[in-house]
């Protein structure tokens, strides 16, 4: 087979293991964390297997140089389980492939990664670091300095690099699939509403017409018409509470660095940005900023608010999104400014107004709900604008203190 062909199939043997991992994440709605990582765990296990059954060298007399990146994907999302079972499966493999007393360096070689791993943040300066100790330690083993060891190295660190970074994009790209999909579910309280609203109407519609009927001077009527009432009032305050138990919005919160949901909430809308030629910038404060709020909530309304910004870009040509942030009188603000068409202020007055919308197929719930979310941390969610110029979305956090 050509060089070409062989790290081809190298790499198919990597990725298929993975795309599949991703595609039933991405389509299973009811796994939790704990059968992920056990889906994770199968899939790394399956790159191992697939590598050592199917894989092949580009150079005869050299291991297969992406025996290694189911390791460094272990490393990535940092599997002690992972690591450890991976590692023993590669110095095996090591073992085969030169069968002699060179087992204890590469033992010792792997031992290393993992002591490294714990120094080095940073994935792609760990990757550079594992390539120049394999690279040291195969220079070692074969005693000599060659064309092979240098170009494996080179082609482990590329694939590496390649792989995680697909990985992280598509994971990304499936978070962000997955809390547009959140705030699609929210908004469909607006069906449930008036489900509701039809149902309580016409228990009240039934006692309207029994008290027009009422005559204080027959006493029978009196008896006969108060019982069925009193059953119309019980059915419609059982309806009420029924609808209230499942709209109930729940708030879970924790200790967060709102800087850090800010980056990723970015990451996350960044393919929408450049799928829609949107010049984005943001200025956000390199120090830790806790609040105390709920990650997944605080996350649909910043996705809400980039996604009514984007639409607000449709017809323009110079498209920008600015995201700056602002510590003042132990709050932070968050501002998030486009150069859309902008809002009227008779808009704007009604804009958080549940139900309330100007669009074709909007259901008015997007910014209600943010406001309620925001509401519900303590917070203010504000919008400013300039009707054919710009708009403005502040929301404003109390900060916590860290002591």
């Not at 090591?94 to 990664?113: A, D, G, P, S, V």
């Not at 009240?204 to 204080?216: F, N, Q, R, S």
């Not at 995201?323 to 968050?334: D, G, M």
């Amino acid at each position: 087979m050509k060089i070409c062909d062989l790290i081809l199939l190298d790499a198919t043997l990597i990725v298929m293991p993975l795309m599949i991992y991703l595609l039933y994440t991405a389509y299973n709605k009811t796994i939790n964390k704990k059968e992920n990582n056990l889906i994770f765990i199968l899939t790394v296990f399956s790159e191992l297997y697939f590598i050592i059954k199917y894989g092949k060298s580009i150079y005869k007399k050299m291991p297969m140089f992406i025996i290694d990146i189911p390791l460094l994907i272990s490393y990535t999302k940092k599997s002690k389980i992972l690591i450890l079972i991976s590692s023993v499966v590669i110095v095996l493999y090591y073992f085969t492939f030169y069968r002699n007393y060179l087992i204890l360096i590469i033992m010792i070689e792997y031992i290393i990664y993992y002591f490294i791993s714990s120094k080095i943040n940073n994935p792609n300066n760990f990757f550079a670091a594992f390539c120049f100790l394999k690279t040291f330690f195969q220079i070692i083993i074969n005693q000599k300095i060659s064309f092979e060891i240098i170009s494996n190295s080179l082609l482990l660190y590329t694939f590496s690099i390649f792989v995680i970074y697909l990985l992280e994009k598509t994971e990304d790209m499936l978070k962000l699939h997955k809390n547009i999909k959140e705030i699609e579910n929210d908004k469909q309280i607006k069906s449930s509403l008036f489900k509701i609203t039809h149902e309580i109407k016409n228990p009240i519609a039934v006692c309207k017409g029994y008290l027009d009927m009422y005559d204080e001077s027959k006493i029978e009527d009196f008896k006969k018409h108060v019982p069925i009432l009193k059953e119309e009032i019980d059915r419609t305050l059982i309806l009420l509470e029924d609808f209230l138990s499942m709209n109930k919005l729940k708030i879970k919160k924790d200790l967060l660095d709102i800087n850090l949901l800010l980056e990723e909430v970015t990451n996350n809308m960044e393919m929408l940005f450049v799928t829609n030629s949107i010049n984005f910038k943001k200025n956000i404060e390199d120090d830790e900023i806790y609040i105390n709020g709920d990650y997944n909530r605080l996350t649909q309304v910043f996705i809400n608010i980039f996604k009514n910004s984007i639409e607000a870009l449709e017809n323009k040509n110079n498209k920008k999104i600015k995201l700056w942030t602002k510590t003042e009188n132990n709050k932070i603000k968050i501002n998030i400014e486009d150069n859309g068409e902008g809002i009227p202020d008779s808009i704007i007055e009604k804009i958080k107004e549940p139900f309330y919308t100007t669009k074709v197929k909007g259901t008015g719930l997007g910014v209600s709900l943010s406001n309620e979310i925001i509401n519900a941390h303590n917070g203010t969610l504000n919008y400013k604008s300039e009707e054919g110029k710009k708009t403005i979305v502040t929301v404003t956090l109390p900060l916590e203190e860290i002591i």
